[in-house]
């Protein structure tokens, strides 16, 4: 079972409502579960749960290539520039140079290359790091290095990694998605059984929402809406319920902001609030539906 | 000059200070344009209740066409897929998962057969719109695409023909969360940064991912949500000033809150009074650096 948690914009409580479900199915349903931080570019579901205790794995990632020219092979034919959709390649001093930021790691100018002087090879983008949180929760992260590009192959090997790690403890696997819709997002989406869209009342956030609603549709994936400070602005929300598939409203309190000051998920920051109560509901509802 | 606002974490106010930071330097009869860089979910015009913006362009990226009349399925294409985008059904088709094609044309170079031929498919759109005398161009990602960088690479090029046919003062690029190769185009794009941050470890922990790519002395961090945390205050407070960046502070509101849901401008709106000096007090940071 692999549910994500996405927004189509940022800011909405993504890493929010994904930190207190990991708290809530490990403590308080005593259920296994790993947490997986697929916002790779802004890793912060561990430092949401109070930081890594304990590291248990931490490896570089090799998950893109990157070409290199052989320049005693090189002819000047000046093809791998011509083929290369990035423009990542051009001359300097008449010698072919890789801009290794702008590269996408593709490898069209190695295949297209006539005389094979192109060699594609195996580049770290970023590192995935293992380990136990607070309350024995598990989680894995993926971290891009800064400016980096290929997110999009770091989710999937944080994915697999994920699995190769894990399927022997759990089988429930929580993913917290990166804001938007792009392609690190359509990655984190790719495969999962339950999509769990974070929602405001702004008009900012619908239009987020429906963009994000429309990729889960050309992927098959089903889907599921949580609103987090719907008292802002009630009302917009009766247009949406049916067609977002709305099935809980979470209200606004700077109780959720202090209990993040804190690094300390509100179910247990505060457990008495408001929001705790709706965010268990909610949870529960969840549970009996899709996880149980 | 180009002024990026960025800041890492999502909603911590990038939007709401790139729409009306703009706006507000609009109104006092500079040369302004607004651009719209956050194309997963582009948001500058409808904060600023702004017209529905109008193409200016459409972008497209690669897809491969099959000639199923050349190709013998034998494979090659699939195997060197980086996205796995491609499937055969042995001795009997391939198929292409467009949502999975990053549309890099691997497959087209590989094919003994030259069965693979260039196809495209949208990738996004750049769009236009206007609030008075503030010219706002955006772009926009068709959902389930993922060559971002093509739509951003448009984007720039409008950018820079349209700041030359308004003779541009200044130019605010409002971009997306995040830290990866998007955002280094911007950056290289940029001159000043705007860093709007939030009172939260989140937002301290990328922020510091950040402060890695752009340069610090070009860079004004807007604390925002001031009220919200006191200790966390505090902290990017020292921390700030221990980086030796330059600061501005926005108190948390909930009728700030109240116009953005709204669509209605800062500018235009009641609250304005209580906090356009501070908005006047980051164009005139801005301004000084020129």
Redesign the interface.
């Given at each position: 079972m692999e549910v994500v948690v996405a927004?189509?914009?940022?800011?909405?409580g993504k890493?929010f409502i994904a930190s207190n479900l990991l708290y809530y199915l490990s403590v308080i349903m005593s259920r296994k579960c790993v947490g997986v931080d697929a916002d790779?570019?802004?890793p912060?579901l561990a430092?949401?749960l109070g930081g890594y205790s304990r590291v248990e794995y931490e490896v570089k990632s090799y998950a893109a290539r990157r070409p290199v020219i052989n320049m005693s092979k090189c002819i000047r034919c000046g093809l791998c520039i011509k083929?290369c959709?990035?423009?990542a390649i051009s001359l300097v001093d008449n010698v072919p140079r890789v801009d290794i930021?702008?590269c996408?790691?593709?490898?069209?100018c190695a295949?297209?290359c006539p005389v094979g002087a192109i060699d594609m090879v195996s580049y770290s983008i970023g590192k995935i790091v293992a380990g136990t949180v607070k309350y024995g929760v598990r989680v894995i992260s993926g971290e891009?290095d800064?400016?980096?590009?290929?997110?999009?192959?770091l989710v999937y090997e944080l994915k697999s990694t994920a699995k190769k790690l894990y399927s022997n403890y759990s089988e429930l696997f929580i993913v917290d998605a990166?804001?938007?819709?792009?392609?690190p997002?359509?990655s984190s989406i790719?495969g999962a059984d339950l999509l769990i869209i974070v929602m405001?009342?702004?008009?900012?956030s619908i239009?987020?929402a429906l963009?994000?609603k429309?990729?889960a549709e050309?992927?098959h994936v089903k889907y599921v809406t949580l609103v987090n400070?719907y008292d802002?602005?009630p009302k917009v929300l009766n247009s949406l319920r049916r067609d977002l598939n709305i099935i809980g409203e979470i209200p606004f309190d700077?109780v959720v902001?202090?209990s993040?000051?804190n690094?300390t998920p509100l179910l247990r920051y505060r457990s008495d609030s408001e929001v705790s109560r709706r965010l268990m509901n909610i949870f529960n509802v969840l549970y009996e539906e899709f996880m149980g | 000059m180009r002024v990026l606002i960025t800041g890492g974490k999502g909603g911590t106010g990038k939007t709401f200070i790139a729409s009306n930071l703009a706006y507000a330097a609009s109104l006092r009869g500079l040369s302004i344009l607004l651009v719209d860089a956050d194309i997963s979910n582009p948001s500058t015009w409808i904060t600023l209740g702004a017209p529905r913006p109008k193409p200016v362009s459409t972008v497209y990226s690669f897809r491969p066409l099959i000639d199923k009349s050349r190709c013998n399925l034998c494979g090659k294409c699939v195997e060197v897929c980086p996205a796995h985008a491609l499937v055969l059904i042995p001795g009997r088709d391939l198929l292409l998962i467009d949502t999975l094609c990053e549309g890099c044309s691997l497959c087209m170079y590989v094919c003994p057969l030259k069965a693979v031929r260039e196809g495209s498919n949208v990738a996004g759109w750049v769009l236009r719109t206007q609030l008075k005398s503030l010219p706002i161009i955006i772009g926009e990602l068709r959902p389930g695409e993922r060559r971002e960088d093509t739509v951003i690479t448009e984007l720039l090029k409008q950018c820079e023909n349209l700041e030359v046919s308004i003779k541009a003062k200044l130019t605010f690029i409002d971009a997306p969360a995040g830290s990866g190769a998007l955002m280094r185009k911007l950056i290289r794009f940029s001159h000043t940064y705007l860093c709007v941050v939030e009172p939260t470890p989140l937002s301290l922990n990328d922020f510091m991912r950040l402060t890695k790519v752009i340069e610090l002395n070009k860079t004004i961090v807007i604390l925002n949500k001031i009220g919200t945390s006191p200790t966390m205050e505090s902290k990017f407070r020292s921390i700030l000033k221990e980086l030796k960046v330059r600061w501005v502070e926005i108190p948390f509101l909930k009728d700030i809150a109240s116009s953005y849901a709204n669509s209605i401008p800062l500018p235009d709106s009641p609250i304005w009074p209580r906090l356009s000096s501070k908005f006047l007090e980051i164009l005139e940071m801005i301004l000084g650096r020129n």
């Open positions: 927004s189509g914009k940022g800011g909405t890493t790779v570019e802004a912060d430092l949401a083929v959709r990035s423009a930021e702008e996408e790691g593709c490898g069209v295949a297209a891009l800064v400016s980096m590009s290929n997110s999009g192959r990166a804001a938007g819709i792009g392609c997002v359509i790719v405001e009342p702004t008009p900012q239009q987020g963009r994000l429309h990729v050309t992927l400070k802002l602005n700077n902001f202090e993040y000051a690094m | -």
